[in-house]
């Protein structure tokens, strides 16, 4: 059964990890990120002043748009669970710029309107031209349910009439092509949700339906573009370009994750939405399929996705490289917007587990713990050869991560717990408190927990008078035990029915009812698949959902000398005053050594190791504290 998210009017975060990350983002990132919007011309943009030669006036990238879209929305996710007039009034000034740049037939794009207005609908392809639409459509939506007020809604709906008219089967003499970069998709089936209007939804599933059908789109508007055709070329170049694009085949015939990281997630995240919406079971099977592949045999144990930079791209089934790595921002968060609409099709909380792991691992080592600045890849080992140095900056040319972190940090409530019928499911463990609809009542429920830290967890119910209903609440895949109390009695966690990775507490709840529970959360030491060469003979540390990392500033340089003895016992421990107040790792390891080697690439002799002290930190949390420092996920481990 299909569940429905607590919306995030309902949820809010109030305390916990979460809390000051989010008031980080509010007081920190919104600012900085709108100064880098404003800096670098896409703020003005929208008015439209552009001209060839006119000084002053930074030409609109064919991408700006998005940018400046998920700022929007990143505003109005903080204004629905805080107000701030300041804020709301900066809001208002930019949506009103972002309006008054629709041109009479409808269409918003300012370097298609600016720029080149010869050339709209020409290069879906190559030019975000509709993944533009997309976001400005999320924003537009996100506004409407923070403020209430329709005229952004209604800017681009407009729009969105003109896709429909322009797009669509070529029986119809309409475009038959769909967008290079997926986002309009999802973006399509929330304008649907909030205004009803079914043939948004329609779009959103031609687009979904037609891509990867033969005659391939992109090359037929190559021709009509005037292309010179290419010179014949091997057919594993032909399919590795339409791959790019998730253009090589249609979506119900793939079975493997493969081309652009982003643009695969986001075009499976609003697949997701269309196969829920249109009930289309062999779209959801074939999503089944992709998931599996993608996080069985592709998946990064940060949830960073994308093995390779060259196509900012999947690689093949189990080829993780660590130094190396992609793993984009971006491409973290959409695992988590994919997750999550599969999560509450399937209420399976392997879904949840991997939306989890990505959230505490690699989405937020994206952010300083200072706000403000941004990692685009999230490498799991970096800065150790010299050979490409990482540190976070302010921005980026290419800046589609920081307005995505903050969006995703802002809308956190959203994720948190779900509803069908008689039950209410919780996902995450955030503290806050929510309004849940159980059929036709409300209650409140609400999270103390200091969680990714401590295992503990209690839930407080609240209503008006006794409720039936089932509280599910996610046993996390990490988990291997849990103490359940209800009441102050402690419960045999045996006999508690576990539905789909969900506990099932069931029965007529009253006010005030106390569910405590508290999760099993030593330090793992985690290996992966032998498939993946980078990783072998190699280990990991996880305590709970939260992924560990060896960095220089703690352990001197040359990290990948250090080798842990699979019995090295490692200890948690809390520190408040460092890297924000997280739980490090301490233990003893070895150390290799090059004396003796002086003069020798090669020899019959051992390699000297030292038992040396070690510590490891959180990876979200790593180069923090000193620029370009030695960071390192997976240590290499000894008897
Ligand atoms: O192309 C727009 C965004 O820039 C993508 O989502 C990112 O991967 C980066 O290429
Ligand atoms: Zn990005």
């Not at 029986?171 to 986002?183: A, D, F, L, M, V």
């Not at 150790?384 to 302010?394: D, V």
Request: hydrophobic share 40%.
């Amino acid at each position: 059964m299909a569940l429905d998210p607590v919306p995030l009017a309902d949820s809010k975060v109030t305390g916990g990890f979460w809390k000051p990350r989010q008031d980080t983002t509010r007081d920190v990132s919104i600012p900085a990120t709108y100064a880098q919007l404003a800096g670098t011309g896409r703020i003005d943009a929208f008015k439209l002043a552009w001209r060839p030669g006119r000084p002053g006036v930074p030409q609109p990238h064919v991408f700006w748009d998005s940018d400046v879209a998920k700022w929007v929305e990143t505003a109005a996710y903080s204004l629905v669970t805080k107000p701030d007039p300041a804020l709301a009034s900066q809001l208002d000034a930019l949506v009103d710029s972002i309006v008054a740049a629709q041109q009479p037939d409808g269409y918003l794009n300012t370097h298609f309107t600016a720029v080149e207005p010869h050339m709209r609908f020409k290069n879906l392809r190559d030019w975000h031209e509709i993944y533009c639409f997309g976001h400005l459509a999320e924003a537009a939506v996100a506004h409407f349910q923070a403020t209430g007020k329709r005229h952004f809604l209604d800017t681009m709906t407009r729009y969105a009439d003109l896709l429909d008219k322009s797009f669509g089967p070529a029986s119809e003499g309409k475009i038959p092509g769909y967008p290079g970069h997926p986002e309009a998709e999802l973006a399509l089936v929330k304008m649907y949700k909030a205004t009803g209007e079914k043939i948004y939804l329609a779009l959103a599933k031609f687009f979904v339906d037609e891509r990867g059908q033969a005659p391939f789109y992109y090359e037929t508007e190559a021709q009509q573009r005037g292309e010179p055709p290419r010179p014949p070329e091997p057919l594993d170049r032909v399919f590795a370009r339409r791959e790019y694009h998730q253009a090589h085949a249609p979506i119900v015939d793939t079975e493997e994750i493969v081309g652009h990281a982003v643009r695969a997630q986001y075009l499976y995240a609003g697949a997701a939405d269309v196969a829920r919406e249109a009930n289309d079971a062999e779209l959801l099977a074939a999503l089944r399929k992709i998931w599996d592949n993608a996080t069985l045999k592709k998946m990064y144990i940060t949830g960073g996705m994308g093995a390779r930079p060259d196509g900012e791209a999947f690689g093949r089934d189990y080829e993780l490289p660590n130094e190396t790595a992609y793993a984009e921002t971006c491409a973290a968060i959409a695992l988590c917007f994919w997750a999550h609409r599969m999560l509450n099709i399937e209420a399976d909380a392997r879904y949840a587990d991997v939306m989890e792991r990505a959230l505490y691992n690699g989405v937020i080592s994206g952010v300083s713990l200072s706000g403000d600045k941004f990692f685009y890849v999230n490498p799991l080992a970096a800065n150790l050869h010299g050979k490409r140095t990482l540190e976070r900056t302010t921005w980026f040319g290419c800046s589609c991560c920081p307005n995505n972190l903050t969006r995703i940090e802002l809308s956190l409530g959203q994720y948190v717990y779900s509803t069908c019928e008689a039950a209410v499911y919780v996902h995450l463990f955030v503290e806050g408190e929510a309004k849940a609809k159980i059929g036709e009542r409300s209650i409140m429920i609400r999270q103390k927990t200091v969680y990714p830290w401590e295992g503990k967890v209690v839930i407080t119910l609240g209503m008006e008078r006794e409720t039936e209903f089932a509280v599910k609440v996610r046993m996390p895949g990490w988990c291997k035990s849990v103490a359940i109390g209800v009441n102050g009695t402690e419960m045999d966690a045996a006999n508690v029915p576990l539905e789909k990775g969900y506990m099932v507490l069931s029965g007529a709840w009253n006010d005030g009812d106390v569910i405590e529970l508290l999760f099993d959360m030593p330090v793992e030491r985690v290996h992966a698949h032998p498939k993946v060469e980078a990783d072998s003979c190699r280990v990991t540390l996880q305590r709970g959902p939260v992924v560990y990392c060896l960095e220089g500033v703690d352990n001197g340089p040359g990290l990948d000398g250090i080798v842990l003895p699979q019995k090295a016992k490692l200890l948690p421990a809390f520190e408040p005053g460092l890297l924000g107040g997280v739980v490090t790792l301490a233990g003893e390891a070895l150390r290799q050594d090059s004396t003796g080697w002086e003069g020798a690439l090669y020899a019959t002799h051992g390699t000297r190791q030292q038992r040396v002290s070690v510590k490891a930190v959180p990876y979200f949390a790593w180069g923090n504290r000193t620029p370009r420092e030695e960071m390192l996920v997976w240590i290499r481990e000894t008897q």
